[in-house]
């Protein structure tokens, strides 16, 4: 019988032992020759012994098992037979849901279990491994045509129900042969997402989707089991609905937390969840799980915790964010961003001021973005010349639109102040009395600053004043006032009807004449002029 190859990819070292030990007690049929913590590892591996057989766990640091059979794939070498385990409990389920070049997939209990389990299963896959061309890549598509999705067709159901009112009576008779009716007692439903700060793979990427919605179906299936009837959907972008009956059994204490505490140990990511009770309108229900499934920003406001249908369908009714209050925060936070020394007392008092506000009035989380964005752009022109300034800034756009809750929005955006302090002058922290206070020149214009007064604010004499500032804004205290003040002029010219003595009021001159003579000075032409000219370019 002929010797075959095999690379082991595992990241768990007792595991790792113990198949290592397996697969060398039929050296007869197998030659281990290499074993990997993760995927990258395995790769090169891979590629340098092109063995028939590749034994891969899925869930690893770095690069993770599917990640690599992808690249396998793609490496254009004769494509081995792979067989990944699994820590999930329902096998069956397993072979059905994911459609991957896999020629197996055993549970690891399993496989302790029974010591012979991953050696027979080898031995089963090794004549195959010796197939060629066409034949072994129409077995190949063969399998995926087998291996039927019961988790796209319980989904294909679901969206069905959406959209069409035939629909929706077939789901509810599939309730019904659940034993999961929705107008019975002690129904409930928990609505829970990835978090997608903490995801392995790319949201987008709807094979590695797949598997993860896989496997936290099998991980949602498992405790509900002990519960009693039940359902779980995978929706769209990481997200999943489970409808339940406890009347059978009562929930036990903590079951949310367990929930995330299960996602977290399983899949290695982090979870956001929300269990709701209904209420007593049984007619309502099916309308209230399709708000639920297609809601935006389920868990911006409340997460993690149990929640009533109807209280929750309040928090969702987003509304506009009126500008005044919006000025306001935004104030506010840049305010307790600059304090001396980020006292984490303060910030956390803002933080939970806003958020009380926020969720009262159910503001739009998508403004609720823009609000914290524009406190970093604002705080970012402070740090003039601050090298990486703009990656910082272009890197922090993307991790906002990850964020699915105001708390994460709040947290990424002081992560990133801190990066921005950091980059200040190859690494010197920002000065932050220098910057309160061209903070508080950049929103108030109108008042007449003098050099001396602002150093004396602070205790500093006025040659460290000068010399701080500059090294913050690359121009003198001077300079970048009146640079300020004139391009707000500018705007004020040509966006309003005031008039120019008017203008130069609100934005700190002492008198018309010398507004006149800096702002000639500065654009080449009057304040007039530039007002005229503007007008005739619209």
Same mark, same amino acid.
């Given at each position: 019988?002929?010797?075959?190859?095999?690379?082991?990819?595992?990241?768990?070292?007792?595991?790792?032992?113990?198949?290592?030990?397996?697969?060398?007690?039929?050296?007869?049929?197998?030659?281990?020759?290499?074993?990997?913590?993760?995927?990258?590892?395995?790769?090169?591996?891979?590629?340098?012994?092109?063995?028939?057989?590749?034994?891969?766990?899925?869930?690893?640091?770095?690069?993770?098992?599917?990640?690599?059979?992808?690249?396998?794939?793609?490496?254009?070498?004769?494509?081995?037979?792979?067989?990944?385990?699994?820590?999930?409990?329902?096998?069956?389920?397993?072979?059905?849901?994911?459609?991957?070049?896999?020629?197996?997939?055993?549970?690891?209990?399993?496989?302790?279990?029974?010591?012979?389990?991953?050696?027979?299963?080898?031995?089963?896959?090794?004549?195959?491994?010796?197939?060629?061309?066409?034949?072994?890549?129409?077995?190949?598509?063969?399998?995926?045509?087998?291996?039927?999705?019961?988790?796209?067709?319980?989904?294909?159901?679901?969206?069905?129900?959406?959209?069409?009112?035939?629909?929706?009576?077939?789901?509810?008779?599939?309730?019904?042969?659940?034993?999961?009716?929705?107008?019975?007692?002690?129904?409930?439903?928990?609505?829970?997402?990835?978090?997608?700060?903490?995801?392995?793979?790319?949201?987008?990427?709807?094979?590695?989707?797949?598997?993860?919605?896989?496997?936290?179906?099998?991980?949602?299936?498992?405790?509900?089991?002990?519960?009693?009837?039940?359902?779980?959907?995978?929706?769209?972008?990481?997200?999943?609905?489970?409808?339940?009956?406890?009347?059978?059994?009562?929930?036990?204490?903590?079951?949310?937390?367990?929930?995330?505490?299960?996602?977290?140990?399983?899949?290695?990511?982090?979870?956001?969840?929300?269990?709701?009770?209904?209420?007593?309108?049984?007619?309502?229900?099916?309308?209230?799980?399709?708000?639920?499934?297609?809601?935006?920003?389920?868990?911006?406001?409340?997460?993690?915790?149990?929640?009533?249908?109807?209280?929750?369908?309040?928090?969702?009714?987003?509304?506009?964010?009126?500008?005044?209050?919006?000025?306001?925060?935004?104030?506010?936070?840049?305010?307790?961003?600059?304090?001396?020394?980020?006292?984490?007392?303060?910030?956390?008092?803002?933080?939970?001021?806003?958020?009380?506000?926020?969720?009262?009035?159910?503001?739009?989380?998508?403004?609720?973005?823009?609000?914290?964005?524009?406190?970093?752009?604002?705080?970012?022109?402070?740090?003039?010349?601050?090298?990486?300034?703009?990656?910082?800034?272009?890197?922090?756009?993307?991790?906002?639109?990850?964020?699915?809750?105001?708390?994460?929005?709040?947290?990424?955006?002081?992560?990133?102040?801190?990066?921005?302090?950091?980059?200040?002058?190859?690494?010197?922290?920002?000065?932050?009395?220098?910057?309160?206070?061209?903070?508080?020149?950049?929103?108030?214009?109108?008042?007449?600053?003098?050099?001396?007064?602002?150093?004396?604010?602070?205790?500093?004499?006025?040659?460290? *004043?000068?010399?701080? #500032? !500059? @090294?913050?804004? $690359?121009? +003198?205290?001077?300079? =970048?006032?009146?640079?300020?003040?004139?391009?707000?002029?500018?705007?004020?010219?040509?966006?309003?009807?005031?008039?120019?003595?008017?203008?130069?009021?609100?934005?700190?001159?002492?008198?018309?004449?010398? *507004?006149?003579?800096? #702002? !000639? @000075?500065?654009? $080449?032409? +009057?304040?007039?002029? =530039?007002?005229?000219?503007?007008?005739?370019?619209?």
């Amino acid at each position: 019988m002929s010797q075959y190859r095999v690379v082991l990819v595992e990241d768990e070292i007792p595991a790792r032992t113990v198949f290592r030990h397996f697969i060398e007690e039929r050296a007869d049929l197998f030659t281990l020759v290499g074993e990997a913590e993760d995927g990258r590892d395995g790769l090169e591996l891979f590629l340098k012994h092109q063995p028939e057989l590749v034994v891969t766990d899925i869930t690893m640091p770095g690069m993770n098992g599917l990640e690599m059979l992808r690249e396998i794939e793609a490496s254009g070498a004769r494509p081995p037979q792979i067989i990944i385990l699994t820590c999930h409990q329902d096998f069956h389920y397993a072979q059905q849901a994911i459609r991957l070049k896999a020629a197996s997939y055993l549970i690891k209990d399993d496989c302790l279990s029974d010591p012979g389990l991953l050696t027979r299963t080898m031995e089963e896959l090794a004549a195959k491994a010796d197939s060629r061309g066409e034949t072994r890549d129409n077995y190949l598509q063969l399998e995926q045509q087998v291996r039927l999705s019961e988790l796209e067709i319980e989904q294909s159901l679901f969206l069905d129900m959406l959209r069409s009112p035939a629909a929706e009576a077939k789901w509810l008779r599939s309730l019904e042969d659940a034993q999961l009716p929705l107008h019975g007692q002690g129904v409930k439903v928990l609505l829970l997402e990835l978090d997608r700060g903490s995801l392995r793979f790319p949201i987008d990427q709807l094979e590695e989707l797949k598997l993860w919605q896989f496997a936290g179906v099998n991980v949602l299936k498992e405790l509900l089991g002990s519960i009693g009837p039940h359902k779980v959907i995978a929706l769209d972008k990481g997200r999943f609905l489970a409808l339940y009956n406890d009347a059978r059994k009562p929930e036990r204490q903590g079951f949310l937390e367990q929930v995330l505490e299960s996602f977290a140990a399983n899949l290695k990511m982090r979870c956001i969840a929300l269990l709701f009770s209904f209420g007593q309108e049984p007619e309502a229900r099916p309308e209230a799980l399709k708000r639920l499934a297609s809601a935006s920003y389920p868990f911006f406001y409340r997460s993690n915790e149990s929640i009533g249908i109807r209280e929750w369908e309040q928090l969702a009714g987003f509304q506009r964010i009126p500008e005044p209050l919006s000025r306001f925060w935004s104030k506010v936070l840049k305010k307790a961003l600059l304090e001396p020394h980020l006292s984490t007392a303060a910030l956390e008092h803002e933080r939970q001021s806003l958020h009380r506000q926020a969720m009262e009035q159910s503001w739009d989380p998508e403004q609720m973005k823009s609000l914290y964005l524009r406190v970093f752009l604002d705080m970012s022109h402070n740090v003039i010349g601050a090298e990486g300034g703009a990656e910082l800034e272009a890197d922090l756009r993307v991790q906002m639109e990850l964020c699915q809750t105001f708390n994460a929005v709040h947290e990424i955006t002081c992560d990133y102040f801190r990066k921005l302090q950091q980059l200040q002058g190859g690494g010197r922290k920002i000065d932050a009395s220098i910057t309160r206070i061209i903070q508080q020149m950049r929103e108030d214009l109108s008042y007449p600053y003098k050099l001396e007064e602002l150093a004396a604010s602070i205790n500093y004499s006025v040659p460290y *004043f000068s010399s701080m #500032f !500059k @090294k913050a804004v $690359g121009e +003198s205290f001077i300079q =970048y006032l009146t640079r300020l003040r004139i391009e707000q002029a500018k705007l004020l010219l040509l966006t309003t009807d005031h008039k120019t003595f008017e203008i130069s009021e609100s934005i700190g001159f002492e008198n018309y004449r010398s *507004f006149n003579r800096i #702002f !000639k @000075k500065e654009t $080449g032409v +009057s304040p007039s002029d =530039y007002r005229r000219q503007g007008t005739q370019s619209l």
